[in-house]
T-cell receptor, first 110, second 115 residues
């Protein structure tokens, strides 16, 4: 079963614009992770935020976590064509097992 | 850079046939995962190994699916007999303990089509 839901399901923006996607989950977590998946390929880890953290940055990525609302957001700034992919949030309940959301399909228009 | 290897990349089979997928995790990674990903959805865990032991196979359809990791290194996932609804991407991932949480490293996946 899917733990979380991403919103929106699909997003198309112009190159250079910022992209924001959201994730909601249902149960308590140890950490939350974001992964990227290019079409027909495996997933690539982007960033991990612990339950006691509220915001984290990595390059053009910014992740926020609100445990009271059981939600997270991923912001990609200054988008590039190569950012076109599906993005998944995944929650870790502390048992070394990830539960993935339904994903957001991001398309960057050159 | 070390990667998770999977084979085959693509498999077409007829229903009721047997299929097998192979995964070689990153060297030294004790934890290995098999996921199934239906088109348009997120990956769902089928089975989790710690070394050669199964930690979680609660979502594995055991009447037709089996998984093994005999020497605690590479792993095989088998489906027998395959059904039309098994058409999906099968992903393998591995991880090792990390401070604050375990990052999983994924292979390229095996795309299965059952006709």
């Amino acid at each position: 079963s899917q733990q979380g839901e991403e919103d929106p399901q699909a997003l198309s923006i112009q190159e250079g614009e910022n992209a924001t996607m959201n994730c909601s989950y249902k149960t308590s977590i140890n950490n939350l992770q974001w992964y990227r998946q290019n079409s027909g390929r495996g997933l690539v880890h982007l960033i991990l935020i612990r339950s006691n953290e509220r915001e984290k940055h990595s390059g053009r990525l910014r992740v926020t976590l609100d445990t009271s609302k059981k939600s997270s957001s991923l912001l990609i700034t200054a988008s590039r064509a190569a950012d076109t992919a599906s993005y998944f949030c995944a929650t870790d309940g502390g048992n070394e097992k990830l539960t993935f959301g339904t994903g957001t399909r991001l398309t960057i228009i050159p | 850079e070390a990667e998770v290897a999977q084979s085959p990349r693509y498999k077409i089979t007829e229903k009721s046939q047997a299929v097998a997928f192979w995964c070689d995790p990153i060297s030294g990674h004790a934890t290995l995962y098999w996921y199934r990903q239906i088109l348009g959805q997120g990956p769902e865990l089928l089975v989790q190994f710690q070394d050669e032991s199964v930690v979680d196979d609660s979502q594995l359809p055991k009447d037709r699916f089996s998984a093994e990791r005999l020497k605690g290194v590479d792993s095989t996932l088998k489906i027998q007999p395959a059904e039309l609804g098994d058409s999906a991407m099968y992903l393998c991932a591995s991880s090792s303990p990390g401070t604050g949480g375990q990052v999983q490293y994924f292979g390229p996946g095996t795309r299965l089509l059952v006709l």
